[in-house]
């Protein structure tokens, strides 16, 4: 199953162009190794940026240009975007992205072992097979495991941190407890969002010790014990800052480059500060029904197929509910990723139907025909995993309509315009691209359209329309009174992927 995941990984990650947030993260960890200046994107943590960059180090026919007199990088602050877009395309784009993500489609499949391994050690071997099973085909999970962006990191740290700590909780062993807190390092060094595991985790430790004192005194070693371990690993990731606030002011920046006045999309209305159920309805738009049903199913079901102690589904719970309630109230409803951590153990909670789908001949079909359904999800929507919208919510296609952002374009499309245009003959067209992409490196023959193209009757030609722009186009022709209503106004002529729409015009 591991083969597979890093076979859709592969393959999958060579059909992409640069997304939106790469053209960031990517040069920010070279310019960390190279320099050890991080001024570059400091909203994030560095830890996945330098992973990701370690490939670009040895390679040398990739042979990086890094110019560091490039008014972007001396700025003050420094352009991290124009920065990021100048650095990746003076060189050989795609193979740094391939050499970059590579460090995160490792990460994927550690994840995935101990997906497996955990979900084994609660529920039996079928079980971790299930879960497995349910985590190498997750639309969601393969979206975001060949991008050079936080969440998957996220993911495998929190959960190799869960794991660790709740073995530390039945073995009182020290090798448990020190893995336990170098992986909460890891995942502070990753993502500052991942300070919810430990307020997590002081309640899930209680929720487990005896009350003895003798008790109370191991707990408490124990936990100064992770903390200072955790905090080591995060000073190391910083490159061992001698301002001890390093994390505090990095924290402060987290939504620095955020406009406050920006208007949040979702299912066709726009609302300035979001809105309070994004993620409620991102994760039910986006989620694989037969991986909801499963869940459903496992809530009502948890009595008859139970862990061996009330406290090992807390492990699993708690740390979902908490992520998901405070990604809902703080984070900027952008994309379904801010919720990745969750999905890994959703699987394993629900990996205790396993033994269930033996257990009759009705059983024992539907079980087969929903792991079936799942698979060939997977398989149809591969590889524009990231479009991904279950059947309820009128799939993929009608994806536009209800979420924006990374859950739908981010960028990612260009090669496949490339192909589109040498299988229909069109060109040169007029295009509007919304990301750091260069088309020109794809060889795609185009001009760039012109303002007077959007807020006037379009001039004759092909138009191919990032979804994005259109999705933005209908905030500006509402709050602007500017007809950049295309998704309304005009009929397109095709559809590149979910990426882009295809509009032609004639003469006026």
Not at 148 to 162: H, K, P, R
Request: neutral net charge; aromatic residues 14%.
């Amino acid at each position: 199953m591991l083969a597979i995941l890093a076979g859709q990984l592969i393959a999958g990650m060579t059909r992409m162009s640069v997304t939106s947030d790469e053209t960031s993260h990517l040069p920010a960890g070279y310019t960390y190794l190279k320099t050890g200046d991080m001024r570059l994107n400091p909203q994030h943590p560095p830890l996945i940026k330098l992973l990701a960059a370690l490939p670009l180090l040895p390679l040398q026919p990739l042979n990086p240009k890094l110019d560091l007199n490039d008014p972007n990088w001396l700025s003050e602050p420094p352009n991290e975007w124009d920065f990021g877009e100048e650095f990746l395309h003076s060189n050989d784009v795609d193979r740094l992205l391939f050499a970059g993500r590579m460090p995160i489609v490792l990460l994927s499949l550690l994840l995935g072992l101990f997906v497996f391994r955990w979900a084994t050690e609660l529920f039996g071997n079928a079980a971790g097979l299930l879960a497995l099973f349910l985590y190498v085909l997750s639309p969601n999970i393969l979206a975001h495991s060949r991008i050079v962006t936080m969440d998957l990191g996220l993911s495998c740290f929190s959960v190799l941190f869960l794991y660790n700590l709740w073995h530390w909780t039945r073995d009182h062993r020290r090798s448990s407890l020190a893995w336990a807190g170098i992986c909460l390092g890891l995942a502070l060094a990753t993502k500052f969002s991942a300070v919810i595991l430990i307020p997590v985790a002081v309640v899930l430790v209680l929720a487990t010790m005896d009350r003895r004192k003798r008790e109370l005194d191991r707990v408490a070693g124990g936990l100064v014990g992770l903390a200072i371990l955790a905090g080591l690993v995060v000073w190391a990731a910083y490159l061992f800052p001698t301002d001890l606030s390093f994390y505090l002011d990095g924290m402060s920046r987290v939504n620095a480059d955020h406009d406050p006045n920006r208007a949040y999309y979702l299912m066709g209305e726009f609302k300035v500060g979001g809105f309070p159920h994004y993620f409620l309805m991102a994760f039910l738009f986006k989620t694989p029904l037969p991986t909801l049903l499963l869940l459903a199913a496992a809530v009502v079901l948890v009595r008859r197929y139970r862990a061996e102690r009330w406290t090992d589904e807390l492990f699993l719970v708690l740390p979902a509910l908490a992520f998901f309630i405070v990604t809902s109230a703080l984070a900027d409803g952008i994309g379904l990723r801010y919720l990745l951590p969750i999905y890994p153990l959703i699987f394993i909670f629900v990996s205790r139907l396993a033994p269930s789908f033996s257990s009759g001949h009705v059983v024992r079909l539907a079980g087969a025909a929903l792991l079936l359904w799942y698979a060939a999800s997977a398989a149809w929507i591969f590889p524009h995993h990231l479009a991904y919208f279950n059947e309820a919510s009128g799939g993929p296609a009608n994806g536009y309509k209800l979420l924006g952002d990374s859950n739908l374009d981010w960028g990612q499309a260009l090669p496949l315009r490339k192909k589109w245009l040498d299988e229909t003959g069109a060109g040169p067209i007029r295009l509007l691209y919304s990301w750091h992409g260069r088309p020109e490196n794809y060889g795609i023959d185009h001009v760039r359209a012109t303002p007077r193209d959007w807020y006037e009757q379009p001039s004759p030609g092909t138009y191919v329309v990032s979804t994005f722009w259109l999705v933005r186009g209908l905030h500006e022709h509402r709050t602007k009174d500017v007809p950049t209503d295309w998704l309304e106004r005009y009929e397109p002529v095709d559809r590149i992927g979910y990426s882009f729409f295809v509009y032609r015009f004639g003469e006026h």
